[in-house]
């Protein structure tokens, strides 16, 4: 999803909420301090999204959800998700980072910082998530000490904790920068 796409569905979505202000979660966050990021490395076509001032308003977000006219016409949606929805570092909304301004009709995306994001995506761990994870250490959008750094900050299982271990330990081995 390219930038001009994220003001859209941003637009839209306080259109529709008449809230002034979304936290982004997932991919499409990279945006925040990389809005210029490869659409190679942004695939999705969902933007997630959650209402932080008014939690209950996000759910109206499934009118330019996944299956709505809006993605039928538009080919782009909003994912309406809580604030549970990623597993975070202590401390996630104090590194926030506001996107560049755009078109979004005077709604601000706060975007959950490039490690943040890596840290949720390792604990989801599904198969898109590890590629994901991996193409930000290779293109140097994520440090491996920055990433161990949060990740003693996140509340993890052992087991859990160790997967991620190795796959921060891999995303970062020689084999894997090249």
């Given at each position: 999803m390219k930038k001009?796409?994220?003001d859209h569905v941003l637009r839209a979505a306080g259109q529709i909420t008449g809230e002034k202000k979304f936290i982004i979660f997932g991919s499409q966050a990279l945006h925040g301090k990389h809005p210029d990021v490869a659409d190679t490395i942004i695939k999705s076509a969902e933007v997630?999204?959650?209402a932080p001032d008014q939690p209950d308003r996000t759910?109206?977000?499934v009118a330019i959800g996944v299956y709505s006219r809006f993605h039928e016409e538009f080919g782009y949606y909003a994912d309406p998700v809580s604030e549970d929805t990623a597993t975070?570092?202590?401390g996630w909304k104090g590194r926030l980072v506001k996107l560049t301004p755009g078109d979004t009709g005077g709604v601000l995306g706060?975007?959950?910082e490039p490690h943040d994001l890596?840290?949720?995506k390792y604990s989801a761990?599904?198969?898109k998530d590890l590629i994901f994870t991996r193409e930000l250490a290779r293109r140097g959008v994520t440090s491996k000490e920055q990433l161990l750094t949060l990740l003693g900050q996140t509340k993890l299982g052992d087991e859990l904790r160790a997967k991620i271990l190795a796959r921060i330990a891999a995303d970062f081995a020689p084999a894997a920068a090249g």
């Open positions: 001009r796409q994220l997630d999204l959650f759910e109206w977000l975070l570092p202590k706060l975007c959950l890596a840290i949720a761990s599904r198969e």
